[in-house]
């Protein structure tokens, strides 16, 4: 079932919009600020965001603006009651993928959901840079820095790290983690896993022994949410 985010204010369009939606086979979920969208965005894994213009606390093209700083790649439409051309323009160019104006026909908007979806790539976008906490990630350059400052994460924490974010919000085993990170076939020992968990929280996490950013699933595995 694909997941869908709406970062909308009005609660009648919320309810009507998380109706239809439903219906249709989706699981929606919603935020009515900017903030707080921005925050669920990019903490969990979404197939699709619906992002109104005008939110409380934040607007959608600051969130837009955010999500593509850090990296996140999920698609985005946008939501708006103003009909300017310019402001079509600076939503595009900020990363946002489709703009639909209020009002708008329900047919269309969720033919536009189906085609972005359908687009959307089956597997998460690898991810070349990412921000989180006070930390800034270039997987490219195999650099993680703290304030300008850099961490000394080795190629094996990097490609883990790399893993977690792109999966960010998921619960990955123990044993997914072995198959795609380190490429085993045969799971020599989980206990791999949880070492390189530990060294990587030591050197990212604020305070390692109360993690924020890689949380322990238990009977499961770990999670990012970061």
């Given at each position: 079932m694909k997941r869908i985010l709406l970062v909308e204010d009005e609660p009648g369009l919320v309810l009507t919009l998380t109706d239809r939606l439903s219906k249709e086979g989706y699981a929606v979920e919603s935020a009515a600020d900017g903030e707080s969208g921005l925050e669920r965005a990019?903490?969990?894994?979404?197939?699709?965001?619906?992002?109104?213009?005008?939110?409380?606390?934040?607007?959608?093209?600051?969130?837009?603006?955010?999500?593509?700083?850090?990296?996140?790649?999920?698609?985005?439409?946008?939501?708006?009651?103003?009909g300017q051309v310019v402001d079509k323009v600076v939503g595009l160019k900020l990363g946002a993928d489709d703009y639909v104006t209020k009002p708008f026909e329900m047919a269309e908007?969720?033919?536009?959901?189906?085609?972005?979806?359908?687009?959307?790539?089956?597997?998460?976008?690898?991810?070349?840079?990412y921000v989180f906490g006070d930390l800034r990630v270039d997987f490219r350059k195999a650099e993680a820095l703290r304030e300008g400052v850099a961490l000394d994460l080795s190629a094996r924490e990097f490609q883990l790290l790399r893993y977690f974010v792109e999966h960010r919000g998921a619960t990955l085993t123990r044993e997914e983690l072995l198959n795609e990170v380190w490429g085993y076939n045969s799971m020599p020992s989980t206990r791999t896993v949880d070492v390189h968990v530990a060294w990587l929280r030591q050197k990212i996490e604020p305070n390692p022994r109360h993690p924020q950013f890689i949380l322990t699933v238990h009977g499961m595995g770990y999670k990012f949410a970061g």
């Open positions: 990019t903490r969990e894994a979404f197939d699709l965001l619906l992002l109104d213009l005008m939110l409380p606390r934040m607007s959608g093209f600051d969130v837009c603006r955010e999500l593509r700083r850090r990296g996140i790649e999920t698609p985005v439409v946008m939501l708006t009651a103003r908007l969720l033919a536009r959901v189906e085609a972005h979806l359908r687009r959307a790539p089956a597997v998460p976008h690898p991810v070349e840079g």
